[in-house]
């Protein structure tokens, strides 16, 4: 395998394989929704989508990134989710970055959605699919988020090498630039505990694919 590691706007062609990596914050929520037992998440073209969504749908629980805002119900913040039950719920989710990646891939032949609390599940995906194009969509700062580049590192690294030692890896995401802005508080719509669930390595047993329903992008655990 040889993996290619690519921002949003590198993006030129339809990848084979598409592993879709936000660790802070989108795809740690969206597992933790998961955990907190959605059924599924609708990835959100844009804030107005979102909305009109919520309108025809008014028991979708929405969700998007910054302060608390209205005709949303939730924050993206794994912190702030992991009290709610979202038992058989759907999720309606427009982050700034982690959303906007997974739909930038959305005609690839498989779309997994990662961040390091889903790492291993996501590896064996790929790993049993055995394809040599696999392109990692590094969804921070136009592909040089530190801590979204050593998930990425990590998850093609352990694809071929399963015993792959995590404490590097972890140890850059803690100290990317998004950590200490999450950290100090400078995020809206965050919580002390944000940073610690993100870099909580394999802690879901399940990886996460995107696949195209009717006109949406929906997000579901994938084992
Ligand atoms: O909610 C987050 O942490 C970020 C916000 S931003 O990219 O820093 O504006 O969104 P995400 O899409 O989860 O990276
Ligand atoms: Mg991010």
Request: aromatic share 6%.
């Given at each position: 395998m040889?993996?290619?590691f ?6 030129t062609d339809v ?13 740690t ?14 990835l959100a ?22 302060p ?6 939730a924050?993206?913040?794994p ?9 058989g719920?759907?999720?309606v ?10 739909l930038?891939v ?8 990662a ?5 291993e599940a996501?590896?064996?995906v790929?790993?049993?699919?055995a394809?040599?194009?696999v ?14 580049l ?8 352990r694809?071929?090498e399963p015993?792959t ?5 972890l ?5 990317s ?5 999450l950290?100090q508080g400078?995020?809206e719509g965050?919580h002390?505990?944000?940073v610690?669930?993100?870099l ?5 047993p399940?990886a996460?694919r995107?696949?195209q329903?009717?006109t949406l992008?929906?997000?579901?655990p994938?084992?």
């Amino acid at each position: 395998m040889d993996p290619r590691f690519l921002g949003i706007p590198e993006l030129t062609d339809v990848p084979s394989v598409a592993v879709v990596v936000d660790v802070m914050r989108a795809y740690t929520v969206a597992a933790w929704a998961f955990a907190q037992g959605a059924e599924k998440i609708v990835l959100a073209e844009s804030l107005d989508d979102a909305r009109s969504l919520k309108a025809r749908h008014p028991d979708w629980v929405t969700l998007k990134d910054g302060p608390p805002s209205p005709g949303f119900d939730a924050v993206n913040s794994p912190a702030l989710l992991r009290s709610t039950d979202l038992t058989g719920r759907t999720v309606v989710q427009k982050t700034t970055a982690g959303t906007v990646g997974a739909l930038a891939v959305k005609d690839a032949s498989l779309v997994l959605c990662a961040s390091f609390v889903v790492a291993e599940a996501t590896a064996r995906v790929v790993r049993t699919r055995a394809s040599d194009d696999v392109t990692f969509v590094i969804t921070g700062e136009e592909g040089r988020a530190e801590e979204d580049l050593a998930c990425a590192h990590y998850i093609a690294r352990r694809i071929t090498e399963p015993s792959t030692d995590p404490t590097d890896y972890l140890e850059r995401a803690a100290n990317s630039a998004a950590a200490a802005e999450l950290s100090q508080g400078v995020r809206e719509g965050s919580h002390p505990d944000d940073v610690p669930l993100c870099l909580e390595l394999d802690r879901f047993p399940f990886a996460m694919r995107a696949t195209q329903e009717d006109t949406l992008m929906i997000l579901r655990p994938y084992t």
